[in-house]
């Protein structure tokens, strides 16, 4: 699979378009997605989102949009 980005939960996308289950971006791969960050604020911010859709995803509590 080659990444392309990642959807608005940050996950993955492949070249089909497809989010890959279990596999989150964060960082410069996510720019497409959530813009340009500036400043530790915006960086820690979503840095704690994605955080949280990781923890969702590992004690299966994934909701519809991380379950694919």
């Known amino acids: 699979i080659r990444p392309v980005g ?3 939960h940050a996950r993955l996308l492949g070249s089909n378009g497809q989010a890959v289950a279990g596999v989150f ?6 720019r497409g997605t959530f ?3 500036r400043g ?3 960086v820690s911010e979503h840095a704690a989102a994605v955080a949280e859709e990781v923890a969702a995803f590992t004690a299966g ?3 519809s949009a ?3």
């Open 25 to 30: 971006v964060a960082g410069p791969l996510s």
């Open 40 to 42: 530790v604020p915006q």
């Open 35 to 37: 813009g340009e960050m």
């Open 66 to 68: 991380t379950a694919a």
């Open 61 to 63: 509590r994934a909701t």
């Open 6 to 8: 990642c959807d608005a």
